[in-house]
């Protein structure tokens, strides 16, 4: 039994995990667009619950407040594990879980968005330096070529070697970065086929 006198032990990292995974199942961009009257994100443009997609709809506020809660679901979890000096992987697995939430969320039939945004809250409870990397990384493919999935996938797939320098020991770590970043490629699937047939839609491009 734990200090409280009524929770196991052995089941604290579950509850850390499944605590988890219920927050990254909330969809801010579905919650913040019916806040602003808007579509639902789902059913318009990419279909992509995220902030690019709600940014589309013209709203720049609600974009902003979707990436805001999205990032912030990712990183809160993680860094409130750190702070109780949860054991390694029980961090590395609280940082999978709301990352897997946010893709597959319970809450809307396990259809969710690309993940972006909260794996982007994840590596910065894990590092602020890795996570301040993906985010220059992002800014500056965009700032070439103007798109959003390319800044994304480009991001992601150098996460890990960012994180092989900054989290080389920690192992766990290492690992849940490396997971997300073969998901985020994953889900940007469609977009890679897309812009290597020259169809992909891009900020201020015709």
Known sequence: MNELGFIPVTLIPVIWIVA????????????????????????????????TNVLRSGKK??????????????????????????????????????FIGHLYPIFYKFKGGKGVATALGVMLALSPLLGLAAIV????VFAIFRYSSLAAIM?????????WFLLSA???????????????????????EKLLTGTESGFGKK
């Open 137 to 140: 990384t992002w800014v500056l």
């Open 20 to 51: 988890a995974y219920l927050l990254g199942s909330v969809a801010f961009g579905i919650i913040v667009s019916k806040l602003f009257g808007l579509p639902d994100p789902r059913t318009v443009g990419s279909g992509n619950p995220g902030a």
């Open 155 to 163: 991001a992601a797939a150098l996460a890990p070697v960012y994180a």
């Open 170 to 192: 920690y192992k766990d770590y290492f690992i849940t970065v490396l997971v997300m970043a073969v998901f985020l490629i994953w889900r940007h699937k469609t977009n890679i």
């Open 61 to 98: 506020l609600a974009a902003a407040l979707t990436l805001l809660g999205d990032v912030v679901k990712g990183l809160i979890p993680v860094w409130l594990a750190l702070r109780s000096d949860m054991l390694m992987w029980v961090v590395a697995s609280v940082g999978l879980a709301v």
